[in-house]
């Protein structure tokens, strides 16, 4: 099938290794932030997300971390599985913005077993 | 299903020719938008309906794009003269409106020959 972001970035993780992903978002009227999970032939898959009042939020092998000052967003997932393998995509939204996505370019995981 | 489906899955036309794809959002999910993924790139937004207020069209790339909802239900998307720059994914997500997390379906692939 087709694949998504053949001219991603890409990062290459050894299984069992943890992963950063990073994102620099260019609204610094966002109050909304999400991580996607796209793996080919599918729609992006929600993650996690946080909102603006907030510097980081955990989830199950996941974190995002909001750096407000920089506009930067990152992606922790610990031990990385095979299973991770696909395009990671950030996205920002407000309000003020009637809450529509504002999706930034994406990062090809590959995990390595 | 509980999630977004979205229908054809796959379409192959000829340019010129008029397209129509269909999404049937989340029950209960009043808020619906769609989106343009093309190969290798993030997503565009397009267009964003909200129970019956009147949709926020501002990501309509031309006149030959159009949308419409039934009530908080099932919406089409219509390509009209179709282009070869039309070629993408064309994605829908619901939400319950505000803030949280929309929710993808798998998209339409779209192929204008």
């Known amino acids: 099938g087709e694949s998504v972001g053949l001219h991603l970035p890409t990062l290459s993780v050894q299984e069992g290794d943890n992963s950063i992903i990073n994102c620099a978002y260019s609204n610094s009227a966002s109050d909304y932030f999400i991580w996607y999970k796209q793996e080919s032939g599918k729609g992006p898959q929600f993650i996690i997300d946080?909102?603006?009042?907030?510097d980081k939020r955990q989830g199950q092998r996941v974190t995002v971390l909001l750096n407000k000052t920089v506009k930067h967003l990152s992606l922790q997932i610990a031990a990385t599985q095979p299973g991770d393998s696909a395009v990671y995509f950030c996205?920002?939204?407000?309000?003020?913005?009637?809450?529509?996505?504002?999706f930034g370019g994406g990062t090809r995981l590959m995990v390595k077993p | 299903g509980a999630g977004v489906s979205q229908s054809p899955s796959n379409k192959v036309t000829e340019k010129g020719k008029d397209v129509e794809l269909r999404c049937d959002p989340i029950s209960g999910h009043t808020a619906l938008y769609w989106y343009r993924q093309r190969l290798g790139q993030g997503l565009e937004f397009l267009i964003y309906?909200?129970?019956?207020?009147?949709?926020?069209k501002s990501g309509l790339p031309s006149d030959r794009f159009s949308a419409e909802r039934t009530g908080e239900s099932v919406s089409t998307l219509t390509i009209q003269r179709t282009q070869q720059e039309d070629s993408a994914v064309y994605l829908c997500a619901s939400s319950l409106g505000g803030p949280p997390p929309q929710h993808f379906g798998d998209g339409t692939r779209l192929s204008i020959l």
């Open positions: 996205a920002e939204t407000s309000n003020n913005a009637g809450n529509m996505l504002t």
């Open positions: 946080i909102r603006s009042n907030m």
């Open positions: 309906f909200q129970g019956n207020s009147a949709p926020d």
